[in-house]
């Protein structure tokens, strides 16, 4: 009984990477394997897929835009976590001019993917859940969902659009802009080749 | 592994991640079988039915891994263990576990109650087509859980587990 708490308490654990050599998690999981080393053999393949992770990351960031609409950003408030667990890998960047932000954030294997799928694939629980304030778009053929949020003042909405692709979900969110707006700042995403990278 | 280094030398991401998947899965699974081989022969009269041991996983990740085995003796007392992802009980113990107010609701009728097995939380019920449930919760989705048909009463099933 020991033993099964200790190896599951030792393995289900969440942990945010830092970068991590590829190669040595490698050399470590492949040692540990031939001497019949299990735990240790885990714990390096997880490394390893960390490293995979934000090199993953990193060459998403290189994709997006340098500008949505006339916000710009800071490649300093880039941020890409590897997270061992529940939740894969979060890619996140912030556009920004004044108060008025850009938010992109990118999730690997998100525990909100299934959710989000069902909501766009079954019509009849769509439209249950409707409250005016949603709807159901397409983003360069990518079923997403749309929601108007209130914006910086009364006059002003901000929108915020949700696109699962695969087992990833990528959240959009605009301030005071219209849905027109956000759908074209959205299609200046290259959703095709991050797919690839994050599937 | 092997495969997992070529498609990263190869820039290949989405493949290296997809083989990392796979050795992870396969080493799980090989922990699992140690587990198993790990679990008593025989609990006191009961002899395990090896037959009916398992190990399976749904996808890479401790919390998709689950490992049974079950005893039993030929007057149709029977124990089944299962470690891990028992998903059937996932919300249950969610329920129990994280909403201390449900634990004594109904003193009367209810027919469960909270216990410790060897300092870790547990809950315990009974009922009269399966007998007695022992869940013992490890860490957010993990948990093992006994399965007691034909035992005589909580004391025996704690004492058997």
């Known amino acids: ?199 | 592994m092997t495969e997992a280094e070529t498609a990263h030398g190869a820039k290949n991401y989405s493949d290296a991640r997809y083989s990392l998947q796979q050795a992870l899965m396969g080493v799980e699974i090989q922990l699992g079988r140690q587990i198993l081989k790990s679990l008593p022969a025989t609990i006191d009269g009961l002899q395990a039915d090896t037959l009916q041991d398992k190990v399976m996983s749904t996808q890479w990740g401790w919390s998709n891994l689950s490992i049974q085995r079950v005893w039993k003796n030929t007057a149709d007392k029977q124990l089944t263990i299962t470690i891990g992802n028992a998903g059937i009980y996932a919300g249950l113990a969610t329920l129990y576990f994280a909403n201390a107010g449900m634990m004594e609701a109904n003193a009367d009728k209810q027919n469960f109650k909270q216990v410790r097995i060897k300092g870790n939380k547990a809950i315990i019920q009974y009922e009269d087509s399966k007998g007695y449930t022992l869940i013992v919760s490890l860490g957010q989705t993990s948990m093992v859980v006994w399965e007691c048909i034909n035992f005589a009463n909580e004391q025996e099933v704690i004492v058997y587990c």
Request: charge should be positive.
């Open chain 1, 1 to 199: 009984m020991k033993f099964i708490i200790t190896l599951i308490r030792f393995i289900a654990f969440t942990t945010t990477g830092i970068a991590q050599d590829f190669a040595k998690a490698m050399t470590s999981a492949k040692t540990a394997y031939n001497a019949g080393k299990l735990e240790e053999t885990h714990f390096a393949l997880q490394q390893a897929m960390q490293e995979v992770d934000l090199i993953v990351g990193k060459e998403v960031l290189k994709l997006l835009p340098p500008k949505i609409d006339t916000l710009t950003f800071n490649a300093k408030n880039d941020n890409v976590a590897s997270n061992i667990g529940y939740v894969g890998a979060t890619i996140h960047r912030i556009y920004e001019k004044g108060n008025r932000k850009a938010d992109l954030s990118i999730i690997s294997n998100s525990p909100l993917v299934a959710m989000m799928n069902t909501l766009l694939n079954t019509p009849m629980l769509g439209g249950m859940m409707k409250d005016g304030k949603t709807k159901t778009v397409k983003v360069q053929g990518y079923k997403a969902r749309l929601e108007k949020q209130a914006g910086s003042t009364d006059d002003k909405n901000d929108y915020k659009l949700q696109i699962p692709l695969g087992s990833a979900l990528i959240t959009f969110k605009v301030d005071d802009c219209t849905d027109t707006q956000i759908l074209d700042f959205a299609n200046t995403l290259p959703l095709q080749k991050i797919a690839k990278l994050i599937q």
